[in-house]
């Protein structure tokens, strides 16, 4: 199991959301989801794209940003931010074995508080014009990266 985690900022959509149990279940990473989230954190919600995974994915919740930055306080974790705001390419970036790799709502990123208490922010790079990929998809692109980097060699 990679110590790797990722963390859900108050995600908006239950399928993305299980994509990635079922990503983390998968490559055994650690996954946070910081709540509210945008829909009723259930099984049930979960499952259609999570699928049997869920059970298997080492899940934890956190009531709201303020819980989730005390627990990671004591873990002297660094958070890494995936931003379209961010300058350096998540492909340029060294990942660390520990780093919690952060990712935003699905509907609005990340609010600035949150972006500002990052220690580094990476970019998946796009051709210009375009908004943002997928969650569940640049989730997948950065974690290969950072397990590749960290778990893989």
């Given at each position: 199991?990679?110590?790797?985690r990722?963390?859900?900022y ?11 149990l079922?990503l983390a279940?998968?490559?055994g990473f650690?996954?946070d989801i910081?709540?509210p ?9 979960l499952?259609?794209s999570?699928m ?12 709201n940003?303020?819980?989730?930055e ?6 002297g974790?660094r958070?890494v ?11 340029k970036?060294e990942?660390?074995?520990d780093d ?7 509907s609005a990123?990340?609010?600035d508080?949150?972006?500002e208490a990052?220690?580094?922010?990476v970019?998946?790079p ?5 908004r943002s990929?997928n969650?569940?998809v640049?989730?997948a692109?950065?974690v290969?990266?950072?397990m590749?980097?960290?778990v893989?060699i």
């Amino acid at each position: 199991m990679a110590n790797l985690r990722l963390a859900l900022y108050q995600p908006d959509i239950p399928g993305n959301t299980g994509t990635i149990l079922r990503l983390a279940a998968c490559l055994g990473f650690g996954v946070d989801i910081i709540e509210p989230a945008g829909f009723d954190i259930s099984d049930r919600n979960l499952k259609r794209s999570g699928m049997d995974y869920i059970a298997a994915a080492a899940l934890t919740r956190h009531v709201n940003w303020d819980r989730f930055e005390e627990w990671r306080a004591t873990t002297g974790r660094r958070l890494v931010l995936a931003s379209t705001k961010a300058s350096v390419p998540y492909t340029k970036f060294e990942f660390r074995h520990d780093d919690i790799l952060l990712f935003g709502r699905e509907s609005a990123g990340v609010p600035d508080h949150v972006h500002e208490a990052s220690d580094a922010r990476v970019i998946v790079p796009m051709v210009e014009g375009q908004r943002s990929i997928n969650v569940a998809v640049s989730a997948a692109m950065i974690v290969g990266e950072a397990m590749r980097q960290t778990v893989w060699i």
